[in-house]
């Protein structure tokens, strides 16, 4: 039996974090298919494209977790890429989602993701592995799929009620009470200062370094290669890199 420990990096708000997380589950799936006892335990980290308020405005106290700002996607999208390659990325990610068996779409709002991250932060605590995947999945599906504003308390609650962590009355507590809101900001600023640039961003093992939502088979390939290795007793002592592909930046 093999364990694989993969910690993956993502935002809620990168279309290819979901992506990524598609084709890994399929990498795994079809990896377990072959070798039904080795494990895969998935740990998620939060990253910030659009960095809340309290990092950008400078010194001052941090304002309160809701209302969190939002604005139209298509908005943010042509402000941040012009709105030609706006247009252009929407078509290229709407026809790769449904490649993958996903329905991307592009109205609705969007803002920063900090209370989702949060959310899912908890969720590790209280769930573990499970937890955390039916919160990143609930947020990620309302995104990407059904363009629902993900930055609202409504929306938040719903997605923690689905994932079963508690009651309307705690998941709104927690939520409101802004808790964890400043160790989430120091994870991202982590991830930054690591050198990690866009996402998704996944670490196998703590050994290999892979950039960006990776097609099955160069999961599986790795996975392989570190069994054989294992196997061997020629496992790799410090980090590499595995591959690379496409990430939001």
Not at 45 to 58: A, D
Request: glycine share 10%; with cysteine; net charge negative.
């Amino acid at each position: 039996m093999t364990n694989y420990n993969i910690t993956i990096t993502s935002d809620i708000v990168c279309p290819w974090c979901m992506i990524g997380h598609n084709r890994l589950s399929r990498a795994i799936a079809e990896h377990k298919r072959q070798h039904p006892d080795d494990k895969f335990s998935l740990k998620y980290l939060p990253f910030y494209l659009q960095p809340p308020p309290q990092l950008t405005t400078g010194n001052g106290p941090a304002p309160p977790p809701f209302p969190a700002p939002s604005r139209p996607r298509r908005e943010m999208y042509a402000a941040k890429f012009g709105p030609e390659r706006a247009k252009q990325i929407e078509a290229m990610m709407t026809q790769t989602s449904k490649a993958e068996g996903l329905n991307f779409k592009f109205g609705g709002m969007t803002g920063p993701s900090r209370n989702g991250h949060r959310l899912v932060y908890w969720a590790q605590g209280k769930g573990g592995e499970h937890s955390q995947n039916e919160v990143m999945l609930g947020l990620w599906r309302r995104y990407f799929e059904q363009e629902v504003d993900i930055t609202t308390l409504e929306t938040l609650v719903e997605v923690g009620l689905e994932a079963n962590l508690g009651t309307k009355e705690e998941i709104t507590e927690y939520l409101t009470s802004g808790k964890d809101g400043e160790l989430i900001d120091k994870m991202a600023e982590e991830a930054h200062m690591k050198g990690i640039s866009g996402v998704p961003f996944y670490e196998i093992n703590d050994v290999w370094e892979v950039s960006g939502a990776q097609d099955p088979s160069a999961f599986r390939s790795l996975f392989a290669r570190w069994k054989t290795m294992e196997a061997k007793g020629q496992l790799p002592a410090g980090a590499g890199t595995g591959a690379s592909g496409d990430s939001c930046l």
